[in-house]
């Protein structure tokens, strides 16, 4: 039905309207592709925000306040009016964990960044980043403690207290054990402008810089308030009564304002000199994080924000909020649901034309219904077994957790926990000898790489107080959340063991609480022993989604080796019937069933025996240009780009050599003695690789490989030729191009399986067996020299009617070699040097490459044929050849435009349909050059060989010198160059008028 519809609108609008509805529709995939990429986070968005964990709230201009949300990931800009203005996601691409946020002049965002390392809660690296807009950040200024003493390194919450802009520099106040700094930057480039230290003498919770009064208060963990004058670096102690717990301070205009965790109010300080305070605002809740401006006060209980007017008293509570751009993101879905639409339909007319090509050929109907109802079975199958590892590995885990939690709570100091009972108790002798033991048992535990915290609490029948944990980051005794309804208190009234997980405004956590008793069996506080969830969460992520790649690369490869099976087995099933049958094979033509005798190429395996020589070969693809940029040590006096790309193109330049040898080996030995010799060196390229583990016998074994392949493929096109008909030559050829194609694409899904399980070691072991298997094979089926038929080469058509210098430099031809083929197999190092490179920097294995180039590989060896079929008979071979070099060009500026890895993969894909259809129309081009016939077509076949092979040997080397000037720019200068080049060949290919009569007079 599909098909149907689409030949009449073909039949309607004609081949140049088929053109245009296709350009367009591809350019609104593409701007919908490009849309859906900028706008990714907000596509599945609903018209309200929910406020799900909010840790920081501040204000910016223009009454915007700004919202850090989803865990440190998500900052949001809210209009004075309550709707969100834009969303900004912290995946990686823009921040990783916002600590502080503030708004430049210019509607930049500044933002307080942190980055964890490797080693649990442990940071790495903190930093101040400039967003310019939703994808788009800049790193201004970082402090790095990969060599920073321990006891300093910040854990969780970060070392940058406070971000503010004033007048075009950036105010940061940020603490580092018992000081505290004041460091100014330049908004421009981040210069440190300058950086005042102060000693506080005791271990810092927050705090705030006011530039009106030049004072610097600080808050600490044992309940103080200190004032620093920067203008002298006189420090002093705020007069306190009773117990605090000061978390967030604002210092501004003179005032004070903290949060007090203790009488879960904002407590306000009119200048540092006054006695009395006065609390501003309270919801009888524990308030946290706090910004003002004016009268107007922001605070954060961790889960949503107040929005308090101090001058009037009136408040609201905010943990939803309308999405201002809601309007666009629907606009955006009916576009995508559209293009989602006609993909499915154009899917079913493939669908539809495959299930007509398979219900007509018996061997093709039965190995889909193998796959179809392989793939049914694999899907049930894996889905349960993920099922399984998925429980089974949270189960594994939470049951090291409980164990490590035991440990933890056979070592407390009961006595001295039971002594910790007020905020002052905060680095005490009895605080520290509850603490040491169990920071030494997670110490330990970080060695081992499991990455555990610990938190104690109390319960005193009115607030859970928090005590201490491994992070320091808290107060002692000071209320965390209300005693009542909740799994703590409900552990300590019944004392159970309990699993838990929760998502705070400070990340994802799985975690055991375990009630601690005294000596009396009493329970007096409770033990929260768990890991970050993110960690298991991305683990599992990360299992799961290798598994299911794993198993349909598995399934795609097995797949294809049971089909190139199936060949081999039919070649065996006719050379035995022959055998028996006096040489005869019985063959259906139409409607009848007739015997022949067995033609020579049927006598020989070449599908099989080109598959084994292409499918050791393509297994190195996926590491061989990263092989070499780890085993180049300046050998040679030549560039470091061109040396890394030296042994690629020195195989395809070895391969195009020794094709010529192999035809004088074929000539005097026979295709026997040529395709074994072929097998031999090949074989030999490889051990070579093995063993010589260096880069100038990578560079020898790759020569040998090339020499090798060049001598088998000219022996299995040899036998092709010795054909007893036409029709036995070419189907003979068409398996040497089956067999290429299989083989490259195999090769690069088996080459990501055994990655997953070794080396480069490894590939050259399982290719070298292969390449035995290949030269066994060789021997057992191959016909000595004295078989083969004699063949009467007759006089090719037009030999002798232009000499080769007059051929090699007539303007069309010249165009098409210089300007378009040989440029076109040079960019074809996109794919094979590239790539790679790019992709492993952006932390993408070999294994993952792997398995990309099968999925492309499936494209060109399934998808081409007909894809190139039917562009020639549409739209011609030269506009044909003349689209396949502009995509080329286009893809090449997606990179330059947008130079990230999902662009780049986006472009091996993009560039995986070009060649699915441009090496036929190209092919198919040449052929009708009418200066190609005047010299021979078949010596006119074997220039373009060598030219193909040329532009094969150099894309290696040029990409390797270009890239030397940076990715960037490197295919900015390529791309540039190949679309001049385009643009010469289509002047170039025009065909004047008296070539036409010409042309006209011959036909």
């Known amino acids: 039905m599909a098909r149907k519809v689409l030949r009449r609108i073909y039949d309607k609008i004609g081949k140049w309207g088929t053109l245009i509805l296709l350009l367009l529709f591809l350019a609104m995939l593409i701007g919908l592709a490009a849309l859906s990429w900028v706008y990714r986070d907000r596509i599945g968005t609903s018209g309200t925000y929910e406020v799900a964990s909010a840790s920081e709230v501040s204000f910016g201009r223009y009454g915007h306040a700004l919202v850090v949300d989803n865990s440190k990931k998500t900052i949001l800009k809210v209009s004075e009016d309550g709707e969100v203005l834009e969303t900004y996601s912290g995946d990686g691409r823009l921040f990783d964990y916002a600590a502080c946020v503030t708004e430049g002049a210019d509607g930049s965002l500044y933002v307080a960044d942190f980055i964890y390392g490797s080693h649990g809660n442990l940071i790495d690296r903190e930093r101040i980043l400039r967003i310019t807009d939703m994808n788009h950040s800049e790193v201004l200024w970082e402090l790095s403690y990969e060599d920073a003493d321990p006891s300093l390194i910040p854990m969780q919450y970060g070392n940058i207290l406070e971000l503010k802009d004033q007048s075009g520099k950036l105010t940061m106040v940020m603490r580092s054990g018992q000081t505290v700094s004041r460091i100014v930057l330049s908004e421009e480039d981040g210069t440190v402008l300058s950086n005042d230290t102060y000693d506080i003498g005791n271990t810092i919770s927050d705090a705030s810089y006011d530039p009106t009064s030049g004072h610097l208060i600080a808050g600490t963990r044992s309940g103080q308030l200190f004032c620093v004058d920067v203008l002298d670096g006189t420090v002093k102690e705020l007069e306190v009564e009773g117990l605090i717990a000061p978390w967030s301070i604002v210092a501004s205009d003179g005032e004070i304002y903290f949060t007090d965790l203790m009488t879960k109010s904002i407590q306000c300080i009119p200048s540092a000199d006054a006695a009395d305070w006065t609390e501003v605002f309270t919801d009888d809740v524990l308030l946290y994080n706090m910004s003002k401006s004016g009268s107007r006060v922001l605070v954060t209980d961790f889960a949503g924000y107040y929005d308090a007017d101090l001058a009037t008293g009136d408040y609201s509570y905010v943990d939803s909020l309308p999405l201002s751009y809601f309007g666009k993101v629907m606009a955006l879905r009916v576009a995508l649901i559209v293009c989602a639409l006609i993909l499915l339909f154009l899917l079913l007319a493939v669908l539809e034309w495959l299930l007509y090509v398979a219900i007509k050929q018996e061997r093709v109907l039965r190995v889909t219904l193998v796959v179809i109802v392989s793939a049914i079975i694999a899907v049930f199958i894996g889905n349960s077994l993920l099922t399984q590892v998925k429980d089974q590995e949270i189960s594994d885990i939470e049951q090291e957790i409980l164990l490590f939690a035991d440990t933890l709570r056979d070592v407390v100091d009961t006595e001295a926990l039971e002594q910790l009972t007020s905020v002052k108790d905060y680095g005490s002798e009895a605080f520290h000898a509850v603490k040491d033991p169990l920071d030494e048992e997670i110490r330990k535990s970080y060695d081992s790489e499991f990455y555990y915290y610990y938190v104690i609490y109390t319960g005193d029948g009115v607030n859970m107080n928090y005590i201490m944990d491994y992070e320091d980051t808290q107060f002692c005794n000071a209320p965390i959340f209300d005693y009542g309804d909740n799994e703590y208190t409900q552990t300590f009234v019944d004392g159970e063991v309990r699993i838990s997980t929760e998502l705070s405004s400070y990340g994802s956590w799985s975690f055991i609480l375990e009630p601690i008793r005294n000596s009396s069996g009493e329970i007096i506080a409770i033990l929260e022993v768990g890991k970050s969830l993110d960690i298991i969460t991305e683990y599992i992520d990360n299992m799961t989604r290798n598994l299911v790649i794993n198993a349909?690369?598995?399934?795609?490869?097995?797949?294809?080796?049971?089909?190139?099976?199936?060949?081999?087995?039919?070649?065996?099933?006719?050379?035995?019937?022959?055998?028996?049958?006096?040489?005869?094979?019985?063959?259906?033509?139409?409607?009848?069933?007739?015997?022949?005798?067995?033609?020579?190429?049927?006598?020989?395996?070449?599908?099989?025996?080109?598959?084994?020589?292409?499918?050791?070969?393509?297994?190195?693809?996926?590491?061989?240009?990263?092989?070499?940029?780890?085993?180049?040590?300046?050998?040679?006096?030549?560039?470091?780009?061109?040396?890394?790309?030296?042994?690629?193109?020195?195989?395809?330049?070895?391969?195009?050599?020794?094709?010529?040898?192999?035809?004088?080996?074929?000539?005097?030995?026979?295709?026997?003695?040529?395709?074994?010799?072929?097998?031999?060196?090949?074989?030999?390229?490889?051990?070579?690789?093995?063993?010589?583990?260096?880069?100038?016998?990578?560079?020898?074994?790759?020569?040998?490989?090339?020499?090798?392949?060049?001598?088998?493929?000219?022996?299995?096109?040899?036998?092709?030729?010795?054909?007893?008909?036409?029709?036995?030559?070419?189907?003979?050829?068409?398996?040497?191009?089956?067999?290429?194609?299989?083989?490259?694409?195999?090769?690069?899904?088996?080459?990501?399986?055994?990655?997953?399980?070794?080396?480069?070691?490894?590939?050259?072991?399982?290719?070298?067996?292969?390449?035995?298997?290949?030269?066994?094979?060789?021997?057992?089926?191959?016909?000595?020299?004295?078989?083969?038929?004699?063949?009467?080469?007759?006089?090719?058509?037009?030999?002798?009617?232009?000499?080769?210098?007059?051929?090699?430099?007539?303007?069309?031809?010249?165009?098409?070699?210089?300007?378009?083929?040989?440029?076109?197999?040079?960019?074809?190092?996109?794919?094979?040097?590239?790539?790679?490179?790019?992709?492993?920097?952006?932390?993408?294995?070999?294994?993952?490459?792997?398995?990309?180039?099968?999925?492309?590989?499936?494209?060109?060896?399934?998808?081409?044929?007909?894809?190139?079929?039917?562009?020639?008979?549409?739209?011609?071979?030269?506009?044909?050849?003349?689209?396949?070099?502009?995509?080329?060009?286009?893809?090449?500026?997606?990179?330059v435009i947008w130079p990230t890895l999902p662009v780049v993969i986006l472009g091996v894909v993009i560039l995986s349909f070009i060649i699915s259809f441009a090496y036929t129309v190209q092919y198919t081009y040449f052929d009708g050059l009418e200066e190609g016939k005047q010299y021979g077509s078949g010596k006119a076949m074997g220039i373009y060989s060598v030219m193909e092979s040329v532009g094969q040997t150099l894309g290696p080397i040029v990409y390797g010198l270009f890239l030397s000037f940076g990715y960037r720019e490197g295919i900015f200068n390529f791309m540039l160059i190949m679309g001049l080049f385009v643009v010469v060949f289509w002047m170039l290919s025009i065909r004047r008028k008296d070539e036409k009569k010409v042309e006209e007079a011959a036909s």
């Open 552 to 895: 349909g690369i598995c399934v795609i490869v097995i797949t294809m080796l049971v089909l190139e099976m199936l060949f081999l087995f039919g070649f065996v099933e006719n050379r035995v019937e022959a055998s028996e049958n006096g040489g005869l094979l019985r063959t259906v033509r139409g409607d009848r069933v007739v015997e022949e005798a067995i033609d020579f190429t049927q006598k020989i395996p070449i599908r099989t025996l080109v598959f084994f020589s292409y499918v050791s070969d393509s297994m190195q693809d996926a590491f061989i240009v990263l092989l070499c940029t780890q085993l180049y040590q300046g050998n040679l006096p030549i560039n470091h780009g061109a040396a890394v790309a030296l042994p690629m193109s020195a195989q395809l330049l070895s391969m195009a050599v020794f094709s010529f040898f192999g035809g004088k080996i074929t000539e005097r030995g026979g295709v026997r003695s040529s395709i074994f010799v072929g097998f031999a060196i090949q074989l030999a390229g490889f051990l070579t690789c093995l063993l010589s583990g260096s880069y100038m016998g990578l560079l020898v074994g790759k020569v040998m490989v090339g020499a090798g392949m060049g001598i088998i493929y000219v022996g299995c096109n040899t036998a092709a030729s010795l054909g007893g008909s036409e029709e036995h030559s070419e189907n003979a050829f068409a398996s040497v191009s089956a067999g290429t194609l299989s083989g490259i694409t195999i090769g690069a899904g088996l080459s990501s399986i055994i990655l997953a399980h070794g080396d480069y070691h490894l590939i050259y072991l399982v290719g070298s067996i292969i390449l035995a298997l290949g030269l066994l094979l060789t021997v057992s089926t191959v016909p000595r020299h004295k078989e083969e038929p004699k063949v009467v080469q007759k006089e090719e058509e037009g030999t002798g009617k232009m000499s080769m210098f007059r051929f090699l430099f007539s303007r069309r031809i010249l165009g098409f070699f210089v300007f378009l083929l040989v440029p076109f197999m040079m960019a074809l190092s996109y794919r094979e040097y590239l790539f790679p490179l790019f992709a492993t920097e952006h932390g993408v294995t070999e294994v993952e490459i792997g398995q990309l180039y099968l999925i492309c590989g499936v494209v060109v060896l399934y998808i081409g044929p007909k894809l190139s079929s039917w562009i020639v008979r549409t739209f011609g071979s030269r506009l044909a050849v003349t689209a396949a070099s502009i995509l080329m060009v286009l893809n090449m500026l997606l990179f």
